[in-house]
Nanobody, 123 residues
Framework: QVQLVESGGGLVQAGGSLRLSCAAS????????MGWFRQAPGKEREFVAA????????YIADSVKGRFTISRDNAKITVYLQMNSLKPEDTAIYYC????????????????WGQGTQVTVSS
């Protein structure tokens, strides 16, 4: 069992930065691929980024590539999403997820989900 709690969301002006954190509980954290998704009002949830169990092999969605980076610290059982050069279209609820890579990236499904954190980017 893994529980995920996101933090770090908020209101930021366009061009600004935020770092989201996802704190996990559970002994099996390091065995899961960790990912971030987002859902904007009226839109489907979309994949943002994922990272391998040891912190390598990051996968970044084309819509945020070059602006967002994902990292993880297994010692702190935390995964991060650094968001730079934010745009109003990045406004969404951001969710942390734990699961298997194929299902995270291609099916948008995960074994575990966090409750989400709101990110609002003003123009």
């Amino acid at each position: 069992q893994v529980q995920l709690v996101e933090s770090g969301g908020g209101l930021v002006q366009a061009g600004g930065s935020l770092r989201l954190s996802c704190a996990a509980s559970g002994r099996t954290f390091s065995t899961y691929i960790m990912g971030w998704f987002r859902q904007a009002p009226g839109k489907e949830r979309e994949f943002v980024a994922a990272i391998g169990t040891s912190g390598g092999s990051p996968y970044i969605a084309d819509s945020v590539k070059g602006r967002f980076t994902i990292s993880r610290d297994n010692a702190k059982i935390t995964v991060y999403l650094q968001m730079n050069s934010l745009k109003p279209e990045d406004t969404a609820i951001y969710y942390c997820a734990a699961g298997r890579l194929y299902y995270l990236m291609n099916r948008g499904s995960a074994d575990y989900w966090g409750q989400g954190t709101q990110v609002t980017v003003s123009s």
